[in-house]
């Protein structure tokens, strides 16, 4: 099974900024669908990000959603095997648990996780 592990959350500030990281051993995530799933507390989870495969015919094309449109990007680098969340002007709301996947379809305009299966996460806290 494909296990994604996800890094770089933290606390920051109100309008500061992180960089989430998720990689995998022995799978070439360029070939993957990544998406961004979060959880706040007391809330149901939610997708925020995702970016094409590489052998997509819309190479690296991104959605996100409308609450993090203009304030986070996804992207990938290719040499790192990694997939990353830029994520800044960070808000109150932003705060929860990230998750990476690969096991997701985008609509217009959410994401929709098909299994129940998540790794550990990342957490972030936005606080001052």
């Known amino acids: 099974q494909l296990q994604l592990v996800e890094s770089g959350g933290g606390l920051v500030q109100p309008g500061g900024s992180l960089t989430l990281s998720c990689t995998a051993s022995g799978v070439t995530l360029d070939y993957e669908a990544i998406g961004w799933f979060r959880q706040a507390p007391g809330k149901e989870r939610e997708g925020v990000a995702c970016i094409n495969s590489i052998v997509s015919k819309d190479v690296d094309s991104t959605f996100y959603v409308d609450s993090v449109k203009g304030r986070f990007t996804i992207s990938r680098d290719s040499s790192k095997n990694t997939v990353y969340l830029q994520m800044n002007s960070l808000k109150a709301e932003d705060t929860g648990v990230y998750y990476c996947?690969?096991?997701?379809?985008?609509?217009?305009?959410?994401?929709?996780?098909?299994?129940?299966?998540w790794g550990q996460g990342t957490q972030v806290t936005v606080s001052s």
């Open positions: 996947v690969t096991d997701f379809v985008a609509t217009g305009t959410s994401l929709r996780k098909l299994g129940d299966y």
